[in-house]
């Protein structure tokens, strides 16, 4: 049998957004990506890139399951399916200019350079798409260093590159500043795949400063910690069921679940009130980028 061939990102967001478009957006769009595949300038894609907003609009891109579904075929962790028009079309035009990493990370610098939030939303959002990923580990580097919640959030959620291309420090730090924001950690593309104890410990540390301040701790905070809970860590999480709220607590009993030292399992088993048999230590069922 025939496997079919995935689906290239550049295609499908040419298929995508003119089926969004007037005549007329269809009509720009097409001669800018000609004009850049052909070899344009600097200042040819600086000035597409700039009247996207004008020329196509900020409608939401509202993609259905079939192409939410080929998404993720043309790329593995993919997941548009948040971007606006407006959003696709600027990656497109990047992608437009071809595979040359040097002058892509050139060009895509200096469009950050002079980018407003809604650009560099949406460069950001591209950094699965872009070539060569190694060489834009500093691009999503500073993204992530953003004060700005909705940058920041670009690069963190719904986006396979931080767990793909980020250390494990860098991975860390992320995964903590989500946290401090306020931004949730379930749209974090492999969250569990890349949690580790290192990890746990800086959430443990944090949790127990927000105790000390009085302050809320975020229920989802422990599906990292569970599963390298031994030590202080497993009375953190009894802190967590026994005084947190209700929403934490249920989290905290989830995080358990994938444990694997005596004291946790035993944690678990006593809140959870399952058998000794049901006592092993759970499988993730997160999907893999």
Not at 41 to 70: H, N, Q, T, Y
Request: aromatic content about 6%; overall charge neutral; some cysteine.
């Amino acid at each position: 049998m025939t496997v079919p061939t995935p689906p290239v990102p550049a295609a499908l967001l040419d298929r995508w957004l003119e089926r969004r478009l007037d005549g007329l957006g269809t009509l720009w769009l097409r001669d800018a990506v000609a004009t850049l595949a052909g070899g344009g300038s600097d200042r040819d894609l600086f000035r597409s890139v700039s009247l996207v907003a004008r020329k196509l609009g900020k409608m939401p891109l509202d993609l259905d399951a079939a192409e939410r579904a080929d998404a993720g075929r043309a790329r593995a962790g993919w997941d548009p399916s948040t971007w606006t028009v407006d959003q696709a079309a600027r990656i497109r035009l990047l992608l437009a200019t071809g595979g040359q990493a040097d002058l892509f990370v050139r060009r895509l610098d200096q469009l950050c350079a002079t980018a407003d939030v809604d650009e560099l939303v949406a460069f950001y959002r591209g950094l699965p798409l872009y070539p060569e990923p190694p060489c834009h580990r500093q691009r999503a580097a500073e993204g992530l260093r953003s004060n700005m919640k909705v940058v920041f959030e670009a690069v963190a959620h719904r986006n396979p590159y931080p767990s793909e291309q980020l250390a494990e420090a860098a991975w860390n730090q992320m995964v903590l500043k989500a946290l401090f924001v306020g931004s949730p950690l379930d749209p974090i593309v492999g969250l569990d795949r890349r949690a580790n104890p290192r990890l746990a410990r800086m959430l443990a540390d944090y949790a127990r400063e927000r105790w000390a301040a009085r302050r809320p701790v975020s229920p989802e905070l422990w599906r990292c910690v569970g599963p390298f809970a031994s030590g202080q860590l497993v009375d953190d999480i009894a802190r967590a069921i026994d005084s947190g709220t209700a929403a934490e607590r249920d989290a905290a009993l989830r995080a358990l679940e994938h444990a694997s030292d005596p004291a946790a399992r035993a944690l678990w088993q006593r809140h959870a009130g399952c058998s000794p048999a049901s006592a092993a230590p759970a499988e993730s069922t997160e999907t893999r980028p």
